[in-house]
């Protein structure tokens, strides 16, 4: 039997749910199998849309994460498309973090 890790899943909306993620799945894979809708696009990490922020724990990404700057991945953010979980983990997940990489110029 393939080993799995809690994953905590957090909103700023106050929901929380824990899902389990083995090693060979994407915690967006995850959350799929555990019907917990997270946002996504393209699942291969260049879009961005499913990004999220990993506040406790340690994640990989099965490749490079092209939708992060090196000043994202510094401060936390991780693709769960293509991120699974090295250990035990929360994530800040949902729409709002991804709008928190990019300032509107206009305010």
Known sequence: MTPTVPVALQWRSGRHETITASPDES???????????????????VCGTCTARCLEGEITHRRKPRALKGRHLANDYVLPCIATPASDCTLEVGADVRADLFENPWR
Do not use: S
């Open 27 to 45: 915690i967006l894979e995850a959350a799929d199998v555990a019907g917990v809708g997270l946002p996504f696009g393209c699942r291969t990490g």
